[in-house]
């Protein structure tokens, strides 16, 4: 597809060779080329035309993992996460009762999982207000932060700066897709049952718009608790009724616990994170996750192990 | 609803004009001076090149990094009031990067420990400066004006002026005025915002010091917090694990965040990159969560070296060990380990003085 605008790079018509008055006119559009470029270079280097416009309210869709995005994972299913070893050592200890804790109960999703969380999403476009350009674009899900989009080609912090829950993202077009790559962010997770996701990782997103649908897709690479990049798609549709309502939260005592407590299993006393094995038949090796569960190939070796005893009801899967 | 943006999350137009690391400006000024054709280079410049990053955390307010621990620099009308004062060997490139920011004299220097790392600079940068309060009667009160006041707990002052200390140490370099109760007010005028010190006892060391800048809404939390290692607990020298984790839940209690968990108070930890009040809860359930596992291993009888065996931090190392910093997880283990063994937080606050340890050496 042709860049909005079209393309409007100088295409010389004639040869180099040719007439004379055609030589002078090319002599002066190089000339006014250089000048020109000089004049871009010391008036700063302008954000690239926006090739399509994402802004507006999207709802999102819940046909790929449904139990995961609404619900909620299952405790203990790490499926077709390449985690490492120490991420699966920090869920198998987590307590969900950890997010009790007043220093936890506002958490908004981070940048990268917010994607694949249950809330509407909408996004606006920032315009410089003399230029008509867009310069950013504004994310925002119900119950999350405003996730800012730069697309003014400025550069990242340096290493020393704050940390946030959306990062620092900014985009490149390449085409109509939006490529974003958000550092600086705040330590997340990966699923809602305790899968860490580090504060050194790094997200590569994806938006492309195909009429009324938003397609984004997440990579994020995390040294930590990552060995190979996790990469999610998610769609959205374009929804002309809905509007994201504000959502003050505000901190209360939940439970009552001696000050300092914090809720978390010792090692190795977690039998919880067995059960999503057994419910649903699954051996219990697999639901480890790891990078290897991710790749179709492991279906077969998935058929040669054995299968868990089934010690609770069964539940069928959705 | 109105409310105020995240310090990286700002609109672009705010971002501009706000927040954000000097380094960033600094290119756009070198670039801006190269399209110029000027060869005068922006005095912020001769900071970058001097292996200490400058971070703006508010407007007259700045974290430096790379001088041993991390230096905050509170500029005021009057001059400059320091949190620390990094490695000694550091003092001439902190002092060249403090000029870039202000040419006024360094007023107070308050010691958040008596790590070489924090105040290894006291003297070289205090002699630079002068107290307030000695200006008009200097003639009167030898050596009143001479040189920047030092604050500190009575324990800091106590560690480096101990007969074991040899040779002592410069009395410049020492603080020349201490507090030894819970909670110590400075002034606004004369320091610049109304600061806070908290002592954190038997923490890192028996001597540590949260310094809160009201005004300015920055804590301050020395070696009781860092990003880059797992917090240094030094037994020897009265600091233990239960005091390390009231010294973070206090933290939280003065730290208000700003919007869902971010933002608000900005802390500068000890250690590493710039900080809210969320990133210190992910480190005090660390600290906790570790501490609970090797409870649980004492009371099973373990050894240190079977609970060392077990790799209790082992989710937690590739967060806090192996970033260059000499602490390892192991020696982390052993402290917490120690610290519990005693049936105690640790020693008492004022304890008898020992010298100075030196900071491990990946704490740089």
């Not at chain 2, 550091?90 to 002092?95: A, F, Q, Y």
């Not at chain 2, 109304?194 to 038997?202: D, H, K, N, R, Y």
Request: charge should be negative; hydrophobic fraction near 35%.
């Amino acid at each position: 597809m042709e860049p909005a605008g079209g393309d409007h790079r100088w295409r010389p018509h004639g040869s180099p060779t040719g007439s004379r008055p055609e030589q002078e006119r090319m002599h002066k559009l190089i000339q006014c080329a250089v000048v020109g470029s000089a004049l871009a270079l010391v008036l700063g280097v302008r954000p690239a035309a926006a090739q399509v416009d994402f802004s507006g309210e999207w709802a999102p869709r819940f046909h790929e993992d449904q139990p995961e995005r609404v619900p909620g994972p299952e405790l203990g299913d790490y499926l077709g996460i390449p985690i490492s070893e120490a991420a699966r050592l920090r869920a198998d200890n987590w307590e969900a009762s950890i997010q009790t804790l007043p220093e936890w109960q506002c958490r908004p999703h981070s940048a990268d999982y917010i994607w694949r969380g249950p809330s509407q999403l909408t996004i606006r476009k920032e315009e410089d207000p003399l230029t008509r350009e867009i310069i950013a674009f504004h994310a925002e899900w119900l119950r999350s932060i405003d996730n800012t989009i730069y697309l003014d080609d400025r550069p990242h912090p340096s290493e020393d700066a704050l940390h946030s829950w959306g990062g620092f993202a900014t985009g490149k077009w390449e085409g109509d897709m939006l490529t974003v790559t958000v550092t600086h962010l705040k330590e997340g997770y990966v699923r809602r049952n305790g899968l860490p996701r580090s504060d050194r990782a790094t997200v590569t997103e994806h938006w492309m718009r195909h009429g009324d649908f938003l397609t984004v897709v997440t990579i994020v690479n995390d040294p930590v608790y990552l060995t190979e990049p996790f990469i999610r798609s998610t769609d959205y549709e374009l929804d002309l009724h809905q509007h994201v309502p504000p959502y003050p939260c505000e901190m209360v005592t939940e439970i009552e616990r001696p000050r300092g407590t914090i809720p978390h299993h010792l090692p190795g006393t977690n039998t919880q994170v067995q059960e999503f094995s057994e419910r649903y038949e699954i051996p219990f090796e697999a639901t480890r996750g790891g990078a290897e569960t991710s790749y179709p190939d492991y279906r077969k070796k998935l058929k040669q192990m054995p299968l868990p005893a089934r010690t609770r009801p069964r539940i069928e899967a959705q | 609803m109105s409310r105020q943006p995240s310090p990286i999350a700002h609109t672009a137009r705010e971002h501009d004009k706000g927040f954000g690391c000097v380094g960033a400006r600094v290119l756009r000024l070198l670039c801006a001076s190269l399209l110029c054709a000027s060869v005068v280079l922006p005095p912020v410049l001769s900071a970058q090149q001097s292996d200490i990053r400058v971070t703006k955390v508010r407007d007259h307010f700045f974290m430096l990094t790379g001088a041993g621990g991390n230096v905050a620099a509170l500029v005021f009308p009057q001059g400059i009031t320091l949190v620390d004062s990094g490695r000694l060997e550091m003092s001439d490139k902190l002092l060249a990067t403090l000029r870039t920011l202000s040419p006024l004299p360094i007023r107070y220097i308050i010691n958040t420990s008596a790590d070489p790392d924090h105040t290894g600079g006291n003297e070289k940068l205090g002699a630079t400066g002068g107290q307030i309060t000695g200006g008009n009667v200097a003639g009167q009160v030898a050596d009143a004006g001479e040189g920047a006041e030092i604050i500190a707990h009575e324990s800091v002052l106590d560690r480096m002026t101990a007969p074991s200390v040899k040779p002592p140490l410069p009395i410049r370099m020492t603080p020349g005025t201490t507090y030894h109760v819970e909670h110590l007010k400075l002034s606004t005028v004369y320091h610049g915002d109304g600061i806070e010190l908290f002592s954190a006892p038997a923490a890192h060391t028996d001597g540590d010091t949260i310094v809160y800048f009201r005004k300015n809404d920055v804590l301050v939390a020395g070696d009781l917090f860092s990003t880059t290692s797992y917090p240094v607990i030094d037994v020897e020298r009265g600091g233990g694990v239960n005091g390390e984790i009231d010294a973070l839940n206090h933290i939280l209690d003065i730290a208000f965040p700003d919007f869902r968990l971010e933002g608000g108070t900005l802390i500068v930890p000890g250690h590493g990159r710039l900080c809210d009040s969320a990133d210190v809860a992910y480190y005090r359930d660390m600290v906790t969560i570790i501490r609970d596992r090797v409870q649980d291993q004492i009371k099973k009888g373990m050894t240190l070296d079977q609970v060392k065996a077990s790799k209790p931090t082992k989710e937690y190392d590739g967060l806090y060990a192996g970033n260059g910093s000499a602490y390892t997880a192991d020696m982390f283990v052993e402290a917490v380990y120690k610290s519990l063994s005693k049936n105690k937080a640790a020693s008492p606050v004022r304890a008898p003085a020992l010298a100075p340890k030196a900071a491990p050496a990946g704490k740089k």
